[in-house]
């Protein structure tokens, strides 16, 4: 990988100096200085685009907030690290600004900036970069519909499934069902590089199908060892408005004879803008079954309580960014532990997404959160894999993906 290029954006000598014998220390020594905004355009406008800002925000010429959108027009900057004194709240909120600008933001380092810090962002972005242009050197086709078609044809859309676990106890309690496309030369992609098609060409319920198959049938397999165990899938706005999947799931469930009970349908709040009555019938009818229904990435729509007092919900999962950034901003602490207050006032159960380290998840613990998902505890898994993950490695030969 070719040098990395930066800028440091910083109206104090000697904390400018401090950054950039940081980078120097580090290796880094393609570095742009600047004083202010108007400086830092000038220098890229004559010198070139950077690679990463590493940028301050309050200064007296123009200052970062408004260099960020003046360098983002021109496709200056690629990616951002935010290096300020600001209170945590100000810098979240910048860090919403850096998002919506289409900055790849790398991370937000509190003054004085500690070179191990910084180093540690570095190497991340560096290692993002590698695994990009590895991919990327390579000859991938661009998706057609007619490529989803046969693969679904092939069935090579697979189940991959992220354990539930009990945040006490550390049993696994169920599994989210998640889909991969294994292609037939040997490469995996993510949903991100192909349920845009699924969506273009309304295939979402020939995959849902294919999922749930491969989902029950091994529901019904570790139910047989004795062990309880729920699944979890994630349903689209359109297929909620099919008025026949209510009796599609039941008739499902039927031939693996298995109860509804078992299953939980999420929907996120995206999904849940306008609702037609047809939808709300299918979410009764589910419930009335014995489904439960469970509202995905709650707190980042606009209309989170609303749709708690409308619809019939028993579960809310909380958005992987509340638990990203418990730990460091006190706000989001706040709001997870008045969710899981209010939940139980409401009788409804959590979920935390995004557990990643131990003191994310005594966090969660102290505050009284009973159920998580995240790397701290499993990456998502073929069936088999989960199986042996829950089972041992002699359930293998009885089972086959």
Not at 12 to 35: C, D, P, T
Request: glycine share 6%; charged share 25%.
């Amino acid at each position: 990988m070719s040098e990395l290029r930066f800028l440091v954006l910083e109206d104090h000598g000697f904390q400018r100096a401090v950054v950039v014998k940081a980078l120097h220390r580090i290796g880094h020594y393609q570095v742009l200085e600047a004083s202010d905004g108007h400086e830092a355009l000038q220098q890229l406008e004559t010198q070139g685009a950077v690679d990463i800002a590493l940028c301050d925000l309050r200064m007296m010429g123009m200052d970062g907030l408004k260099f960020l959108r003046k360098a983002c027009e021109a496709r200056l900057v690629r990616a951002v690290v935010i290096v300020s004194e600001l209170a945590p709240d100000l810098r979240q909120a910048v860090e919403q600004i850096v998002a919506l600008q289409s900055f790849q933001l790398l991370g937000s380092i509190e003054k004085p900036l500690v070179t191990q810090v910084l180093e540690k962002i570095l190497s991340r972005y560096q290692a993002e970069q590698d695994r990009y242009l590895s991919w990327s050197t390579r000859t991938v086709p661009a998706l057609l519909e007619q490529d989803v078609r046969q693969a679904l044809r092939r069935q090579e859309f697979c189940a991959y499934y992220q354990p539930k676990v009990c945040l006490e106890s550390g049993e696994c309690i169920g599994a989210e069902v998640l889909v991969r496309w294994e292609k037939h030369d040997g490469r995996v992609l993510l949903p991100a590089e192909f349920l845009p098609v699924i969506e273009r060409c309304s295939l979402f319920e020939v995959l849902f199908s294919q999922l749930l198959d491969q989902g029950l049938s091994l529901q019904r397999m570790i139910q047989s060892h004795g062990r309880s165990f729920r699944l979890a899938f994630n349903l689209e706005a359109s297929q909620l408005e099919d008025e026949r999947l209510a009796d599609f799931i039941r008739h499902a469930l039927q031939r693996y004879e298995l109860p509804a009970s078992g299953l939980m349908l999420e929907l996120t709040e995206g999904a849940l803008v306008k609702v037609p009555v047809v939808s709300l019938e299918n979410m009764v009818r589910l419930r009335m079954m014995g489904c439960s229904l469970a509202i995905d990435d709650f707190g980042v729509g606009y209309s989170s309580l609303e749709r708690l007092c409308q619809m019939p919900f028993n579960e809310i999962k909380l958005d992987i960014g509340f638990t990203r950034n418990m730990m460091q901003q006190r706000r989001y602490w706040i709001v997870i532990r008045s969710v899981l207050k209010l939940a139980r006032e409401l009788e409804m159960n959590v979920v935390a997404e995004g557990i990643e380290t131990e003191a994310q998840l005594n966090c969660l613990k102290r505050l009284g959160c009973n159920v998580g998902q995240g790397y701290y505890y499993a990456r998502p898994m073929r069936g088999v894999d989960l199986m042996v993950w829950l089972l041992g490695p002699d359930v293998t030969g009885r089972y086959q993906a």
